[in-house]
């Protein structure tokens, strides 16, 4: 059984920083781009970052460059996007995402797999 469990999110003020992890089981984690895209209410889906966990190309969105990076634990089938300067426009629910290409999950955001989500709240 495939599962992307998501875990860091919470509510921070404006400039403040969150961690977000994901723990990816039951499929080939090296042969997969692993990911987040985020959606806030009334908004369409946006990707965020991905991060291709074998060959460890990572791609960023332009909204969030410079300020969110993303890693991987190999060891531990898990993916973490350092979210620093947070923004109230970061504000929305972020879905961890899988897929054997990194463009479904930050461009097309219809990736293969997907987690619940978790919740970002930045305050002004």
């Known amino acids: 059984e495939v599962q992307l469990v998501e875990s860091g999110g919470g509510s921070v003020q404006a400039g403040g920083s969150l961690r977000l992890s994901c723990a990816a089981s039951g499929f080939a984690f090296d042969d997969y781009g692993i990911g987040w895209f985020r959606q806030a209410p009334g908004k369409e889906r946006e990707g965020v970052s991905c991060?291709?966990?074998?060959?460890?190309?990572?791609y960023y969105a332009d909204s969030v460059k410079g300020r969110f990076t993303i890693s991987s634990d190999n060891a531990k089938n898990t993916v973490y996007l350092q979210m620093n300067s947070l923004k109230p426009e970061d504000t929305a629910v972020y879905y961890c995402?899988?897929?054997?290409?990194?463009?479904?999950?930050?461009?097309?955001?219809?990736?293969?797999?997907r987690g619940q989500g978790t919740q970002v709240t930045v305050s002004s």
């Open positions: 995402a899988a897929d054997p290409y990194c463009g479904r999950v930050v461009v097309t955001t219809r990736s293969r797999y």
């Open positions: 991060i291709m966990s074998g060959a460890g190309g990572t």
